[in-house]
Nanobody, 117 residues
Framework: VQLVESGGGLVQPGGSLRLSCLAS????????MTWYRQAPGKERELVAG????????NYKDSVKGRFTISRDNVKNTVTLQMNSLKPEDTAVYYC???????????WGQGTQVTVSS
């Protein structure tokens, strides 16, 4: 099983980044996919999630209207489009895959996003 994130980097405030997570080794379409982030000295928090067949999404309040999560069940990828980035979005972003029955959960290694002028 692998979840490989990409697309992180350094961007100025107001800029955009697109994170991608490529999944392998499990039945991707059966899993809820979620992006989490963790800033230095803070707990990991949910940023955005998408249901197994993309029928529902949820977002952290502070990213609503700026971030968009999507998935491609053919390419086994989940994407987080991040616009109007703010310094407080700086964190390591992690891809998560979760299946309730049977219970399975997987994490990626994380990708750093830094928003700074």
């Amino acid at each position: 099983v692998q979840l490989v994130e990409s697309g992180g980097g350094l961007v100025q405030p107001g800029g955009s980044l697109r994170l991608s997570c490529l999944a392998s080794g499990f039945t991707f379409s059966n899993y809820v996919m979620t992006w989490y982030r963790q800033a230095p000295g803070k707990e990991r928090e949910l940023v955005a999630g998408i249901a197994s067949f993309g029928s529902g999404t949820n977002y952290k309040d502070s990213v609503k209207g700026r971030f968009t999560i999507s998935r491609d069940n053919v390419k086994n990828t989940v994407t987080l489009q991040m616009n109007s980035l703010k310094p407080e979005d700086t964190a390591v972003y992690y891809c998560n895959a979760y299946q309730r029955v049977p219970a399975r959960e997987y994490w990626g290694q994380g990708t750093q996003v830094t928003v700074s002028s």
